[in-house]
T-cell receptor, first 115, second 116 residues
Framework: AQSVAQPEDQVNVAEGNPLTVKCTYS??????LFWYVQYPNRGLQFLLK??????LVKGSYGFEAEFNKSQTSFHLKKPSALVSDSALYFC?????????????FGTGTKLQVIP | NAGVMQNPRHLVRRRGQEARLRCSPM?????VYWYRQLPEEGLKFMVY????????ESGMPKERFSAEFPKEGPSILRIQQVVRGDSAAYFC??????????????FGPGTRLTVL
């Protein structure tokens, strides 16, 4: 079975400071990993994904994520936070093994950027 | 290219009524997913459909809930005899053909169902 954990319900960071939103995963094979963002009363928007290749993945709005196989982590990062980054962030994983397997989402981390 | 469309955006029903939620995937997409998001909670997978086929309904409650994605027209999530616990935001997502494995999903704006 595959799963993803977001250990922090909420992350607070001052505007201009670097931010990190944590995600760890568990799959039997190699993972496909995704980050999505949800603004209030909106659907989820895709930020970035890791399939294979470079461990540092760059995505939308200046976000990036680092895949760490030994720590089974895929933390979302941004060098300098903006107030407009305040939103709910979801990590998601799919096992890369053959055949259909659904994407599993984490419970979400609320990011609050303080002006 | 229009994104994923869902309607209605807000739906109010009384206990015992039926709720029908519609989802039109992005143009060219043939995979549709339905998720439920309860207040202050994450996304819960409900069902995955391709045209005229249910691929995975492991997240769907066994009773009162059904989903379809006909050859023509939108995907429909149907909830019969709604109860207050069905109140939630229901999101539809779609992805292109060629396998859902590595393609990201594109989400609609959601339908917020309120059961009185």
């Amino acid at each position: 079975a595959q799963s993803v954990a977001q250990p922090e319900d909420q992350v607070n960071v001052a505007e201009g400071n670097p931010l990190t939103v944590k995600c760890t995963y568990s799959v039997s094979g190699n993972p496909y990993l995704f980050w999505y963002v949800q603004y209030p009363n909106r659907g989820l928007q895709f930020l970035l994904k890791y399939i294979t290749g470079d461990n540092l993945v760059k995505g939308s709005y200046g976000f990036e994520a680092e895949f760490n196989k030994s720590q089974t982590s895929f933390h979302l990062k941004k060098p300098s936070a903006l107030v407009s980054d305040s939103a709910l962030y979801f990590c998601a994983v799919r096992d890369m093994r053959g055949g259909y397997q659904k994407v599993t989402f984490g419970t979400g981390t609320k990011l609050q950027v303080i002006p | 290219n229009a994104g994923v469309m869902q309607n209605p955006r807000h739906l109010v029903r009384r206990r015992g009524q039926e709720a029908r939620l519609r989802c039109s995937p992005m143009k060219g997409h043939s995979h549709v997913y339905w998720y439920r998001q309860l207040p202050e909670e994450g996304l819960k997978f409900m069902v995955y459909l391709q045209k005229e086929n249910i691929i995975d309904e492991s997240g769907m409650p066994k009773e009162r809930f059904s989903a379809e994605f006909p050859k023509e027209g939108p995907s429909i999530l149907r909830i019969q005899q709604v109860v207050r616990g069905d109140s939630a935001a229901y999101f539809c997502a779609s992805s292109p053909p060629g396998g859902s494995s590595y393609n990201e999903q594109f989400f609609g704006p959601g339908t917020r169902l309120t059961v009185l």
